[in-house]
């Protein structure tokens, strides 16, 4: 019987995802997996890396792991994906949202949603219960 094959493909700007990539790379192969593992091309602007000396390190360290193919998917059995958290994918500036309950963490809110807040999202004034009748 032939080992299952496994690519993982992970993006990490600093390093966090690219440790798991390895965890699971090593417990593949441990399991009998024949693994690849690959990241995905950085696309950030070289000032925005050069601004944060961990990205840039982090891309010093990682500059022999190989980009992913298409033929490394086709290769593979199994697919594995490490994509980078939500909050990564924004500029830092909007990852704070002045609407908590909007997912998405644009101040605006999600296209085609109301960002009228519910009577009941609305706190309380001060010192008044809200089930009074005052």
Do not use: C, N
């Not at 944060?52 to 199994?78: C, F, G, K, N, Y």
């Amino acid at each position: 019987m032939e080992p299952l094959t496994a690519t993982i493909v992970y993006y990490s700007a600093t390093g966090t995802l690219h440790a798991l990539a390895l965890a699971v790379a090593e417990g593949a192969e441990k399991a009998g997996a024949e693994v690849r593992l690959r990241k995905v091309a950085e696309t950030a602007p070289q000032a925005a890396i050069e601004a944060d000396p961990a990205w840039e390190q982090h891309l010093r360290d990682t500059a022999d792991v190989p980009v992913v193919e298409l033929d490394d998917l086709a290769w593979a059995d199994a697919v594995l994906f490490g994509p980078p958290p939500a909050s990564a994918t924004r500029p830092r500036s909007s990852r704070r949202s002045s609407t908590p309950r909007d997912p998405s963490g644009s101040p605006e809110g999600s296209p085609g949603r109301s960002t009228r807040r519910s009577p009941r999202a609305t706190p309380p004034t001060a010192g008044r219960s809200p089930r009074s009748s005052r």
